[in-house]
């Protein structure tokens, strides 16, 4: 009875150190100037304007339920705005937040520098 307690609690400590990997991400791909600005307003825009609506899916009134539909409805609408980013980008910010640095291409390309004279 207890370790299927433990495994639901460190489940929940997984999906809650998740959620704090992924804000992390989104806050850096909306501060990063390479996102275009329609996805950056429109997506997180609109779940913001959702969850500030006065008029919800499941009414506010009801304890903790009333609140699910806003916090849906915010993570679904961020995690559309991820999927429009282009893959390379979100591989180079997720890579930044673990620590790893990835080469730019002009650092991993051998540059050769010379003259030449055309006879």
């Known amino acids: 009875m207890t370790t299927n307690w433990v495994r639901r609690v460190a489940r929940l ?9 992924r804000l992390r991400l ?11 600005d329609l996805f950056k307003l429109l997506l997180p825009g609109l779940a913001l304007v959702y969850v500030l609506w006065p008029g919800d899916i499941l009414p506010d009134i009801f304890p903790l339920f009333g609140q699910l539909d ?6 679904l609408a961020l995690r559309l705005f991820e999927s429009f980013v282009p893959p390379s980008l979100l ?5 930044a937040l673990r620590g790893r640095k990835r080469p730019h291409p002009e650092e991993d390309s051998e540059v050769i520098d010379a003259e030449y004279r055309v006879l």
């Open 13 to 21: 400590f997984q999906y809650m150190r998740l959620l704090w990997w």
């Open 70 to 75: 806003d916090v849906a409805v915010a993570l």
């Open 91 to 95: 591989r180079e910010h997720w890579d």
């Open 26 to 36: 989104w806050w850096r791909l909306l501060r990063d100037p390479r996102v275009p």
